[in-house]
């Protein structure tokens, strides 16, 4: 591990934030949302972006660092104390329904940013812990599937009128909040009996990754109900969706107005380094885990988060993931800022399709 390695440290700062919120509920608990979409683009106003890549005879080190991967995996015991430590302060002081809201609402940008965000770098990867990791991580925001479509279906299907999860031209955020979530969880479905099929798997089997995933979600939920009182188990439910929906709002950003052109056969392009908004603001690619340089993950899906590289082909979002989402809940401003941002040949796909 390298001196300039320890910058990870900061995608700690929200879950850090969520805690003193915990803690000190009637003075902090809006503290998770005031730095995420306050203060952190603030700071990225006023910070200059980093385009560098790693040199080649850094990449073997910090391909092998445990370093990285440890970094992943303390984001399991952090998430759920966080949720448990949440529900137990719901439960037990006097809030206001400001202070309530303040805390449903860090707790849901925890299990977006330090929960499916983690898991979606863990699900990319082989093994048994990567993915009981993934599994555990998505399941406080009710998103089991997302490991299963955006592998299959997602990096297939990206930047194709095919893909729920690539906004089309000119779709609002709400809209596709809607056809996004929906959309990849009939997908997942899909895919699930396609895969069962080519296995030769029974839909009752122990394959069948989606009948599990269900399986553990209704027990969640469950306990819940049992553990805490039904109030307490929809504040819960309610943290669960403002995480995905982060999710879902990152989605947007990421892939918003691009699209693969076709061939004279129909097929589409490959994808390349030109379907993927890509963000290099320093402070948003640590604290996601360099979910940022999307470009580079959907044209190399295979490479560790410590690797992925900005290339200049890519499409550049004026500014970091929290204010870009931030623009796009104003839907004409956000149009108005990134549609002339599309390159031409996309539009008018989009325009005549």
């Known amino acids: 591990m390298k001196k300039g390695d320890i910058k990870y440290l900061a995608a700690y700062l929200l879950p850090i934030c969520a805690m003193i919120g915990i803690v000190f509920p009637f003075h902090f608990s809006w503290l998770t949302p005031i730095v995420t979409f306050l203060l952190i683009p603030v700071i990225e106003l006023f910070t200059p972006e980093n385009q560098a890549n790693l040199h080649p005879t850094e990449v073997n080190q910090k391909s092998k660092s445990i370093f990285f991967d440890v970094l992943l995996y303390l984001n399991l015991p952090l998430v759920y104390g966080i949720l448990i430590g949440s529900l137990l302060v719901l439960s037990k002081q006097e809030l206001s329904p400001a202070q309530v809201i303040g805390l449903v609402f860090s707790v849901g940008i925890i299990l977006g940013s330090n929960g499916i965000n983690v898991a979606h770098e863990l699900g990319h990867r082989t093994g048994f812990w990567n993915q009981l990791f993934a599994r555990l991580l998505l399941l406080p925001s009710h998103y089991t599937h997302f490991t299963l479509e955006h592998n299959y279906g997602h990096h297939a299907q990206v930047s194709t009128p095919e893909d729920p999860a690539t906004a089309q031209l000119n779709q609002s955020v709400y809209s596709f909040w809607w056809s996004s979530s929906t959309g990849q969880y009939k997908n997942a479905w899909v895919i699930q009996k396609k895969l069962l099929v080519s296995q030769n798997q029974a839909f009752w089997s122990l394959k069948n990754d989606m009948l599990i995933n269900s399986f553990l979600q209704v027990i969640y939920l469950s306990a819940l109900f049992i553990c805490f009182s039904w109030k307490i188990a929809l504040w819960a439910m309610a943290m669960g969706i403002i995480g995905f929906l982060l999710l879902e709002s990152i989605n ?73 989402i931030l623009l796009a809940l104003i839907p004409p401003l956000w149009f108005s800022i990134m549609n002339p941002r599309i390159p031409e040949e996309m539009r008018l796909k989009a325009k005549y399709d």
């Open 252 to 324: 947007y950003l990421e892939h918003y107005g691009l699209l693969r052109l076709q061939k004279k056969s129909g097929r589409y392009v490959p994808v390349k380094e030109i379907h993927s908004w890509n963000s290099n603001h320093l402070l948003g690619r640590i604290l996601l885990y360099e979910l940022t340089r999307h470009s580079d993950h959907h044209y190399r899906a295979n490479k560790k988060y410590q690797l992925l590289d900005y290339h200049t082909k890519s499409p550049e979002l004026p500014y970091g993931y929290p204010t870009s």
